[in-house]
């Protein structure tokens, strides 16, 4: 226990920056939490302070990510609508990220709230399983569970044409939200 030092403070999200801009995958708040020798509760907190300060960290279901700048020809983007029960999550995820496409987020237009958008960050099965087994776990609802079906999502992809090829899988499957 004598080699355990307590990081404090600004010298703890410090480290906490960091471990996460060394990392290539998201780490969970319990490893940050191990490697700190702090309560988890407490990195939710530091990572509340860093975001505060215009870090750009975000919360997935498999942990914290430090987002880095990729060069603007690195990456495709759009934005999709999207309709359909909760029983139909996976698929529609397992459809976007078979087409190579990353699901960064969902975002709902809520009528007190107006739009919410939660990270999802996922981009293979694996990914989409381990978002679905933490949904399940937590007992928690889809933001599209307040909408009736109805929701966005940001996609990313190394090219334009799988990101058109993801959205017509989706369009056929009936899950692409047209009028």
Known sequence: MKDQIKLLGEERRTALLKLLKESSSPIT????????????????????LLKAKKEPIIATSQGYIYLTQASPSATFERTI??????????EELNLLVD???????VTIEHPVY????????????????????????????????????????????????????????LKKAKILYEE
Do not use: W
């Open 99 to 105: 087409h190579g496409v990353t699901v960064k987020d």
């Open 114 to 169: 107006g739009d919410l958008t939660a990270s999802i960050m996922v981009s293979n099965r694996k990914e989409v399983q381990q978002f679905l087994e933490k949904v399940k776990y937590t007992n928690a609802s889809y933001l599209s569970e307040l909408t009736g079906g109805i929701h966005l999502h940001t996609i990313s992809a190394p090219t334009e044409l799988a990101l058109a090829e993801a959205e017509q899988a």
């Open 29 to 48: 708040g319990s490893e940050l939490a191990a490697k700190t020798h702090v309560s988890r509760q407490v990195i939710v907190g530091d990572i509340t």
């Open 81 to 90: 609508a999207c309709s359909h029960p909760p029983q139909r999550t996976e």
